[in-house]
């Protein structure tokens, strides 16, 4: 679901721009198309940015970076449908990292998209599941500013429950990060517009941010699953081996009745 304080119209407009502007970033290059198309979703992202409701600001766009990266990749994947194999995980990640840069100025959470609710966002085989998409991507409005905003995500997919990578695990970088800073998109408007000349001067931070996710297998539950195998493995050999023990010595002990019998007779 996505919430109505970002309008539809802003909404299908300025994805139109911004995947122009990835198209040709990553397919057709043309700097002076892409400096017109960021000029003007700058002043887009600042118009959106003024018209929010003050108690709903934070929420919206914290969120906003992974809903414009998601209605991105879907586009894509909608648009292009025999080239699919260019929007790979690589892909996604760009646009991850693209849209948070753009908004606030840090990249994301790594491997975000893998939360994406790819069902809503690929393209379908039939009606049945265009009509699911339509449900799933419905716009909620709210009657009043004082309700609590819905989320502007898409509807979340059932969770799984992960499990932790058994090797050293990720790595991790300071960067000097300027809380009086502005995005990107924030900025170039001022910029363009000789705005904010009076700003006050940058105070910098440390901000921890992951820098290597480092190897995701094996997982714990992998480990644990593989050594459940060995184990029913080895048990099979085990009894198989106690089972060839058992017959032989059965025969060693009819062998020597029959020897008996024979040295009697």
């Known amino acids: 679901m996505i919430s109505s304080g970002i309008n539809a119209e802003y909404g299908a407009a300025r994805l139109q721009d911004v995947f122009w502007w990835v198209l040709m970033e990553k397919f057709v290059p043309n700097k002076s198309e892409q400096d017109k198309l960021f000029s003007r979703i700058s002043d887009s992202y600042v118009s959106l940015f003024l018209s929010i409701n003050e108690s709903h600001k934070d929420f919206i766009l914290t969120h906003f970076p992974s809903a414009l990266a998601q209605g991105l990749y879907s586009t894509f994947c909608n648009v292009y449908t025999n080239s699919l194999k260019h929007f790979d995980d690589n892909f996604k990640t760009f646009l991850c990292n693209l849209c948070s840069e753009w908004v606030s100025g840090s990249t994301p959470t790594p491997l975000l998209w893998r939360k994406w609710p790819y069902h809503l966002l690929e393209p379908s085989t039939n009606a049945k599941e265009d009509d699911d998409k339509i449900q799933g991507l419905k716009i909620h409005t709210q009657e009043s500013v004082e309700d609590k905003p819905v989320t502007p995500l898409f509807n979340e997919t059932k969770k ?105 007779v």
């Open 160 to 264: 799984v429950v992960e499990s932790h990578p058994a090797g050293p695990g990720p790595s991790f970088e300071r960067v000097q990060f300027n809380i009086f800073g502005r995005s990107p998109l924030v900025s170039h408007y001022m910029h363009t517009r000789n705005l904010g000349k009076d700003t006050l001067a940058p105070k910098l931070v440390s901000r921890t941010q992951i820098d290597d996710v480092g190897n995701e297998e094996p997982t714990y539950r992998q480990i644990l699953s593989q050594a459940r195998k060995v184990y029913k493995n080895l048990e099979k050999q085990h009894e198989r081996a106690m089972s060839l023990s058992e017959s032989t010595a059965a025969k060693i002990r009819r062998r020597f009745r029959e020897e008996v019998v024979e040295l009697a």
